[in-house]
């Protein structure tokens, strides 16, 4: 964490910038009173009812840093850790392969006219021949298509998963290792969503996307009612503490981030925590709606680092949340993304290493920025009593670029 020299250059790629969001509620609003209906309670325990009852669930860990809590000034730093989740590498598995399960679960149910089957009916392979006349198909960045694949073939469906060209080979390796055909797609991720959706409109595929736009809902709205199994999680394992002061959420889509908001504004109430949002500056969509006050795109190659974050258009539902459940959204350059591995990667006295990903250590991007720009840490009330909350979204999803970043295996890091 040394200060970078002031030369000109370097201030530009430590480009940070944050936006207070003057439409977020008041903490003693509830979520009831706020716009945002279709993310549910009853739907949250829904999700975290099925999917703890899959094979290989366990919570994740909330690891304390007070090491690194101290050197930012900050009284409590806590990380959510996803990257051993159903060995998939991050929170995405919940997502996906829940909604995947959800589209079987309904189709079984018309095939057999059935009232109820659950994710377990499915996995007992009594409807084999239902589900294996399925199949799902969205695009991805790697993460979420990877979850989709999983959720394919553990509940015995078939799966076809669009790339754009920006996705790295070792990403599209772990996609195929679930017996997906993977295709890839010219332009960027907006484009092979719209790509996904005709080619499973003239093929008769089931989409599983975690975006939802007009006229499509209900299943990105599984999806996120999936990651709120984190939030669920994270709940639990702070029972008889304070709420943390401060969340900080990546964001690409949004999706991650408004079911973290929406779960824990449900949960807490008013003593809900201040909600930060965190997007690479060249995919700042979440940020630039805030600004506009209405859902804004964000155009081009949408280059970054943070390959999970690379998304120009804000989800309908995740807006829903997020224009008032947000306080502030921070827009942050690739360096703070690959400055958070290497921190995370060599922890400061008393702390244990973290094997986080490009996109998973975004949230300590924020807060290694706030460190240079003073503007930042004002904008976020980051002080020594503050305790904070980062998602640490995925491990090392693509190893070999972890390697490059870090200079070691996450193996290595964690011996
Ligand atoms: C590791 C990781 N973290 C965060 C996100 C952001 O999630 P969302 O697109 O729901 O905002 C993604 C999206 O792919 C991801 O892969």
């Keep these: 964490?040394?200060?970078?020299?002031?030369?000109?250059?370097?201030?530009?790629?430590?480009?940070?910038?944050?936006?207070?969001?003057?439409?977020?509620?008041?903490?003693?609003?509830?979520?009831?009173?706020?716009?945002?209906?279709?993310?549910?309670?009853?739907?949250?325990?829904?999700?975290?009812?099925?999917?703890?009852?899959?094979?290989?669930?366990?919570?994740?860990?909330?690891?304390?840093?007070?090491?690194?809590?101290?050197?930012?000034?900050?009284?409590?730093?806590?990380?959510?850790?996803?990257?051993?989740?159903?060995?998939?590498?991050?929170?995405?598995?919940?997502?996906?392969?829940?909604?995947?399960?959800?589209?079987?679960?309904?189709?079984?149910?018309?095939?057999?006219?059935?009232?109820?089957?659950?994710?377990?009916?499915?996995?007992?392979?009594?409807?084999?021949?239902?589900?294996?006349?399925a199949t799902v198909t969205c695009a991805t960045d790697g993460n979420h298509g990877r979850s989709v694949a999983w959720g394919a073939q553990l509940f015995g469906c078939r799966c076809v998963i669009f790339v754009h060209q920006h996705v790295s080979q070792g990403r599209r390796d772990a996609i195929a290792r679930y017996g997906a055909e993977v295709r890839e797609v010219r332009g960027n991720y907006d484009d092979a969503v719209r790509h996904a959706a005709a080619t499973a409109a003239a093929e008769g595929w089931s989409v599983v996307s975690d975006t939802s736009y007009p006229g499509y809902r209900d299943i990105p709205l599984d999806v996120m009612h999936g990651y709120g199994v984190m939030a669920a999680e994270v709940a639990q394992q702070l029972a008889g503490s304070p709420p943390p002061t401060h969340v900080f959420a990546q964001a690409g889509v949004g999706a991650l981030a408004a079911a973290v908001c929406a779960s824990f504004w449900l949960h807490w109430g008013e003593r809900r925590p201040r909600f930060v949002v965190v997007e690479p500056i060249a995919a700042d969509c979440v940020y630039r709606s805030l600004q506009a006050g209405r859902p804004a795109v964000v155009e081009g190659a949408l280059d970054t680092v943070m390959a999970g974050l690379a998304c120009g258009e804000v989800s309908d539902l995740a807006w829903e949340v997020l224009h008032g459940g947000t306080n502030v959204a921070v827009a942050v350059a690739d360096a703070y993304a690959l400055q958070a591995m290497r921190v995370l990667a060599a922890p400061v006295a008393g702390d244990r290493p973290v094997v986080a990903g490009e996109t998973g250590g975004v949230g300590l991007a924020a807060l290694l920025a706030a460190q240079q720009h003073p503007a930042l840490r004002q904008a976020l009330a980051l002080d020594a009593h503050s305790r904070v909350l980062l998602l640490g979204s995925e491990g090392d999803t693509d190893p070999v670029i972890y390697r490059q970043v870090v200079g070691r295996s996450a193996a290595e890091v964690l011996a």
């Design 1 to 133: 964490m040394n200060p970078p020299a002031p030369d000109p250059q370097h201030e530009a790629r430590h480009e940070a910038r944050a936006f207070v969001n003057p439409a977020a509620e008041a903490p003693a609003r509830p979520y009831a009173a706020h716009g945002a209906r279709s993310l549910t309670q009853t739907g949250f325990d829904a999700a975290l009812a099925e999917i703890s009852s899959w094979p290989g669930y366990a919570p994740t860990p909330l690891l304390p840093l007070p090491g690194l809590a101290r050197q930012l000034g900050l009284g409590q730093l806590l990380y959510k850790d996803e990257g051993g989740r159903f060995g998939l590498g991050s929170f995405k598995a919940l997502g996906g392969a829940y909604a995947v399960a959800n589209v079987l679960r309904h189709a079984v149910m018309a095939a057999r006219g059935l009232a109820r089957v659950g994710s377990r009916d499915l996995l007992s392979g009594a409807y084999a021949d239902v589900v294996g006349r």
